[in-house]
């Protein structure tokens, strides 16, 4: 069976700052831990860490069992390169055998490259390939509702991504390693999908490591929570719901140790060791504190408008929706909910003012200024363009005063970096600045806390609830969703219905 220790591990980045510092922790056989922490902390890094990506400069890491891993962000090629992508290293090694094997008898169809095809089909079958592919089939039958022989070519183009992630996931769970790191592996999937999910891994006998940003499913799925901040990590070994306090009371702690370590030579000695640790990276510095709470503050601010924000009459979306009229008033919070290819993200860039096939009237209020959030972070207009540069060159601002902007959002740090090089979360962040800037009195958000950490989706609640505007949000955030007034429900067929109530069986 699988487990994972990490012991003393220490990372520096490419210019040498650390990112760990003798970071320790277990995930024992059969548990579910998540890893959890503020945006670029190093919760990826430290995956890649345990898979064997990258290798530490101090410290081991030790992995029984194969290890499983799921990437971030999906990929290219077609649904068999998917399937290959996270399946045992030597199914890999030996699929790349064989389709070098045939290319190569494409070119020159002799005796000798007949005998090397046939030996890479044996090695192929010797690393299990043909045993996982009946594994494959029920993975895609599961996933698409078709057979993996209908599916194997086809392009991950022609598939969403909660699809693309279903499959992926169903792949690991049914696979034979026994060691799962999964990084957020609930993006794209509706909550009936993140539903399955919690009982798949509820019910799973492997271990599972697991970064996510969605509470719900924190609550529902983790066991023990591990926590990557102030260049360490520290555990808390109940579930989700006593978080929060175990994060209070082990600062308190902390604080309170440092206070009696300046007249205590005995603690100051053992606090001096710990400070120790750090300093061997860095030269010079404050003694270690408590790690620093996230301050992202959100000012969104809006405006007044007309009493009605949004009118629908008659609107149908060609292919998915069905005739349906509502109106949206000043204020109010409209959640937008339903499974995957509803529409949910169609209707948004309508109302952004995007040319989306329809018929019907969809037209907005007096004095309404819509600004859309895209929920993949798809942004062409900001590609190759600085998170300074771009609020400084939009919004005229000094450097002085877009530096101040950023860091209100704890961007100063990456204010430099082009945007496609920021992590989901920090693009998050920004798009939302950029609302914030643009003065929107409507804003449209298209699963805004997909990416953000845990301490920035509440932020973005707490200035929603401060917003003078009104709110409509696509959302499969069961937690972020509870804080909405009322409910579009866009049904599998066809049908919008309102709701006061949050419905995801529809």
Known sequence: MGHIEVSDVTYLLPDGRPLLVEASFKVGDGVKAALVGPNGAGKSTLLRLIAGELLPVEGRVVVAGGVGVMRQFLGEGSVRDLLLHVAPVRVREAALAVERAEAAILLRDDEPRQLAYAQAIADYADAGGYELEVVWDVCATEALGLAYEEVKERSLATLSGGEQKRLMLEALLRGPDEVLLLDEPDNYL??????????????????????????????????????????????????????????????????????????????????????????????????????????????????????????????????????????????????????????????????????????????????VAPGYFAQTHVRPDLLGRSAAEVVMREYAMTRNDAMAALARYELAPAGGQPFETLSGGQQARLQILLLELSGATLLLLDEPTDNLDLASAEALQVGLGEFEGTVVAVTHDRWFADDLDRYLVFGADGRVRESDEARWDV
Do not use: M
């Not at 719901?241 to 309170?256: D, I, P, S, T, V």
């Open 190 to 367: 509706d909550v009936r999908g993140k539903q399955w999910l919690e009982r798949a891994i509820r019910g799973s006998g492997k271990t599972v490591l697991l970064v996510s940003h969605d509470r719900r499913l924190l609550a529902e799925a983790a066991d023990r929570i591990v926590t990557v901040e102030g260049r360490g990590v520290w555990v808390h070994g109940g579930g989700f719901a006593g978080y929060a306090e175990a994060r209070r009371r082990r600062k308190e702690r902390l604080e309170e140790l440092r206070q009696r370590s300046a007249n205590n030579d005995a603690l100051a000695g053992a606090y001096q060791s710990a400070v120790t640790r750090l300093e061997r990276f860095e030269r010079a510095g404050p003694p270690q504190r408590a790690p620093k709470e996230q301050n992202v503050r959100i000012r969104l601010r809006g405006g007044r408008t007309g009493k009605r924000a949004v009118v629908c009459e008659g609107l149908e979306l060609s292919g998915l929706l069905r005739p349906f009229s509502t109106e949206i008033w000043y204020g109010e919070r409209v959640g937008v909910l339903g499974l995957n290819g509803t529409g949910k993200s169609h209707f948004l860039r309508l109302l952004a003012g995007e040319p989306i096939a329809h018929t019907g009237v969809a037209r907005l209020g007096a004095r």
